[in-house]
């Protein structure tokens, strides 16, 4: 829901990262997959419980998934960095609950599993729509920059990284923070449906 918004506050200061990494030769899939690593070990710090140094590194993390497009847009997107971003993006998303429920097994694992599958929901409605909707040309106008069709909903990338960061603010209330979200995204999944239900249905 905030991410049309959200790239529109930030596409300015990208650009500007973007443009001198391409300066020191940094190129789009190299800035992909060193933003995934650094995902991962924020999945490692709060699995650790060090939830602060966490919420850095995701932060940072997600600063250079902003810059890999802004980079690849500086020259040519190309089809194998749109499906490196998505696929290490879910795969980064996934990684943060099951970093919370091993932090506290015991108070997380239930919500945290309860959020999974809420993302498993997300992300196949999202990516079967993406499919088909290439399949028939079809292009999307709220988000002409992205390498595949991206059919947004309530709770898009901008909310998850919120959500996420008040997680590692707030740690003790994790189950409740994630119960939340999910129900959330099961709401983002239902307009998927209707809208992937309504626009293949034309």
Not at 8 to 26: E, F, I, K, N
Not at 188 to 197: K, P, V
């Amino acid at each position: 829901m905030l991410d049309r918004l959200a790239i529109d506050l930030l596409r300015p200061a990208l650009m500007r990262v973007a443009r001198a990494s391409a300066r020191v030769g940094l190129h789009a899939d190299q800035v992909t997959l060193i933003g995934f690593a650094i995902g991962l070990g924020a999945a490692g710090a709060i699995a650790a419980q060090h939830y602060l140094l966490g919420l850095a590194l995701l932060l940072t993390s997600r600063l250079c998934d902003g810059i890999d497009g802004a980079l690849a847009r500086l020259s040519q997107p190309t089809d194998r960095g749109a499906f490196l971003d998505i696929t290490l993006d879910f795969l980064f998303y996934a990684a943060i609950p099951l970093a919370f429920a091993w932090a506290d097994p015991a108070d997380n694992a239930l919500a945290a599993a309860v959020l999974l599958a809420a993302f498993v929901g997300t992300a196949s409605s999202f990516l079967a729509f993406s499919v088909l909707a290439a399949k028939r040309g079809l292009t999307s106008t709220a988000y002409p920059s992205k390498g595949i069709y991206y059919l947004g909903g309530l709770t898009e990338a901008t909310e998850t990284i919120v959500c996420f960061a008040a997680m590692c603010l707030w740690p003790a209330y994790f189950p409740q923070l994630a119960m939340v979200f999910a129900a959330l995204c099961g709401l983002t999944i239902a307009t998927r449906l209707w809208a992937g239900w309504q626009v293949l249905s034309q």
